[in-house]
Structure formats: structure tokens, C-alpha cells
């Protein structure tokens, strides 16, 4: 976990994430946990997510979703 975090930049779940993660349920049907990782991503201007969880290639409201494991 150390190494991760020397790593990488952690951001902190804020209210405005989680009321953004509603919104992404709402409009985009998206699972609470699967929304919150949208959100943060979508306030943060992280343009980017590396996930197995979304579909691979997509894009929504300007953060793509890359499956870092399909060839």
C-alpha cells in the first residue's frame, strides 16, 4: 500500500463526490461504488480511470474508462 501511495495521487471522497455519485446512478445507472469512482474522477479532472469494472474504451461526461488488462 505504501508503494501505491508514493505512486500515486489519492483523493479524498468529499459531499460533492457523493452527491455526483447520486447523480451518476440517476443518469447513468451506474452502481453507487462504480459511481463514486466516477465522480471522483469526473470533479478531480482526472480525465482517465484504469478499471476491469467499466466497459473498456467508454467514456462518459469526459473520463474514459481503460481496462488495463484486455490486449
Do not use: K
Amino acid at each position: 500500500m505504501r508503494n501505491y501511495l508514493a505512486a500515486c495521487h489519492v483523493v479524498d471522497i468529499t459531499r460533492l463526490i457523493s452527491l455526483e455519485a447520486i447523480r451518476g446512478v440517476e443518469t447513468h445507472h451506474f452502481g453507487f461504488w462504480d459511481a463514486q469512482i466516477w465522480a471522483t474522477a469526473r470533479l478531480n479532472q482526472i480525465e482517465e480511470v484504469y478499471t476491469e469494472d467499466f466497459a473498456s474504451g467508454a467514456t462518459v461526461e469526459g473520463v474514459r474508462f481503460t481496462n488495463p488488462f484486455i490486449d
